[in-house]
Nanobody, 116 residues
Framework: QVQLVESGGGLVQPGGSLKLSCAAS????????MGWYRQAPGKQRELVAG????????NYADSVKGRITISRDNAKNTVYLEMNSLKPEDTAVYYC?????????WGQGTQVTVSS
């Protein structure tokens, strides 16, 4: 049974930082491309950042470049999302995704709220 369990969300003031974690089980983690997506109320789910299976390639949404870093630890079956200089528009539910064609798995999401 595949499980992706996100943690680390919460309430933070504008300009603050959070680090999200996603622990995977039930898959051979090191061969999956991993991604973080987010969905704000009334909006479509969007890609925030992605990382290749070996961690050598990353990509980011334009809106988060320079503020957010994705990384992974294949020994711990975990992917991270380090978020700095957070803005109110970063408020959303953040989802972890594991992708290896044709399979795609999702976590349950963790809420990030940026507000003063």
């Amino acid at each position: 049974q595949v499980q992706l369990v996100e943690s680390g969300g919460g309430l933070v003031q504008p300009g603050g930082s959070l680090k999200l974690s996603c622990a995977a089980s039930g898959i051979i983690f090191r061969i999956y491309t991993m991604g973080w997506y987010r969905q704000a109320p009334g909006k479509q789910r969007e890609l925030v950042a992605g990382i290749s299976s070996d961690g050598g390639t990353t990509n980011y949404a334009d809106s988060v470049k320079g503020r957010i870093t994705i990384s992974r630890d294949n020994a711990k079956n975990t992917v991270y999302l380090e978020m700095n200089s957070l803005k109110p528009e970063d408020t959303a539910v953040y989802y972890c995704n594991a992708y290896l064609r044709p399979d795609s798995y999702w976590g349950q999401g963790t809420q990030v709220t940026v507000s003063s």
